[in-house]
């Protein structure tokens, strides 16, 4: 049977903006990472950044993507309803697999997706015959 007496917390849990700023706490992009045969790629969704607004620095094994927006200086006349997107800065660290040939790290941007390509160092081949010394 339906109350007659409206539970004012009923609709709050109903919308999910009230929850939203909880939820999304870290500005972080969408991140998709690969191996192929020869290569780590990885995908970074950052629309709204300008090519020059990414720094990518690789340091002690660690490769840090960053990303600055450039403020938006126009004056908005309406007020928003809803705002599900902005234009914000963001930073994310990755720990890099041993292996890497990082002067050879190379990355693109288009259509607001960071290409990073991280290619793997040529293995030596090990079918040379060895005598290993027992001491």
Known sequence: MKSLVKNP?????????????????????AI??????NAYEMDIV???????????EVDNGLLTVAGQAESSTENDTGKYYRKEY???????????????DTDKIAA?????????TLPRQAEEKTDKKKTVAIV
Request: no cysteine; charged share 25%.
């Open 9 to 29: 917390l009923a609709d709050l849990f109903k919308d999910d903006s009230f929850f939203s700023g909880l939820l999304h706490k870290d500005n972080v992009p």
């Open 32 to 37: 998709n990472i690969k191996q192929t045969e």
């Open 46 to 56: 950052a629309p709204g950044i300008k090519k020059e607004g990414f720094k990518l």
């Open 86 to 100: 902005s234009f914000e800065s963001f930073s994310r660290q990755f720990i890099l697999p041993e292996g890497l």
């Open 108 to 116: 693109s941007y288009a259509d607001g997706v960071l290409k990073v």
